[in-house]
């Protein structure tokens, strides 16, 4: 054995805990919230600005100043881009996206991407946001038009 291709066992711990970091902070990355200046009610996204808008089954969570609650813009299997409030219909805990649904954490209510209730405890779905994507690639979500 070469003992300069060697490494003790600090080295090794210290080697093995730099790997596991790195791929925890790539997961946390998916979980950033982007803030957000909404003007005059609206939040204007320029696609450029928001790769992951055009990732199909994609999820972006912001924060409009003053607000305290995320909002989560989600693009599905076709592209299309729904706005929802992550705030849970049932007690007020804050959904967590998955891949195919979104679950609250608090008693497992369960929503499809649109926000439509698919497991109680929750009887409504979640509050969706008017959205609209401009010719020039800006995507404007309506804070003051909700359904």
Known sequence: MNPSKTIDRRDFVAACASVISAAALGGCASLAIRRV??????????????????????VLRILPDGSDDPILVLTDASGSVTALSSVCTHLGCTVEAETTRLVCPCHGSTFDRAGRVLKGPAERSLVRYETRLSDSGILIIDLNRRT
């Open 37 to 58: 200046t909404p003007v005059d009610g609206r939040v204007e996204l320029a696609l450029a600005h928001y790769p992951e808008l055009s990732e199909r089954e994609s």
